[in-house]
């Protein structure tokens, strides 16, 4: 289910910009989580920094989200992020149950929110969150592709 | 890439199916990482025990060999797991490079090797693992519908 980006959500954006901005040798790439008004998690892009696979700004901020709150169930929550989901972070915030995805750039190598794949998809077991889709999508490409232009070799391996 | 079960992936599912057994209050789920003939990394799903929305059988055997090779790169291993990774787990098996991933019973609730999803197709800018599907498929579906059995209350909600 596609929605249109509401007045606080160019603002979460640029939050998730900011902390894509800290990924250093990381693809710049942040999330921030946002429940009751309050940013309550955040991550960016580490896999690099941690040689963990699994550490993209997104699963991050959701593992940091679930301590805080004591559950797997994010439910009231809204998820920022600077790019598409790919397949990986698109279906932890599907069973983490968060209300709202609102994302950035898309992804044309792994997006998984309707670009390469869609999980959002009604029928599953899972209720599907809702989904805002290029919200300062110019921005959030733009520090990608400065990323790779002065970085070539980090391109994805 | 599909392809038949070779000698010893009997075996290694057996593994994965003696891990989903120390799953305790969650659903039996369970995998094992093995390089070079040896088990490197085991995990069985704790998204209850531990209310981490990401702590799938899969994620935490991926994240555990990551630390003991010591880079997210995970050449040359094959990841054995119980039941069809959903899309989290898939994704997270192809960013991280294994080479083989061989499952027991089908998912057909959120299964992303081409029950629900299928996130293992050529053309990606990831090399895609081997895939191998249905080995012991009968006593790997079998603890997941007895735990359901036994416990109504742990339904997926």
Known sequence: MSSHPNDTDKKWILESLAEAKLAGIDVPIGAVIVHD?????RGHNERETTQDP????????????AKTFGTWRLKGCTVYTSLEPCPMCAEALIQARVDRVVFGA?????????T????????RIYPIPQLTCGVLEDECKQ???DFFRLKPKAIRQ
């Open 37 to 41: 008004g309050k940013v309550i998690a």
């Open 54 to 65: 699994t550490a993209h700004a997104e699963i991050i901020a959701i593992r940091e989200a």
């Open 106 to 114: 898309y992804d044309p190598a792994s997006g998984a929110c309707g």
């Open 116 to 123: 390469v794949f869609n999980l959002f998809v009604e029928g």
């Open 143 to 145: 520090i990608i592709v």
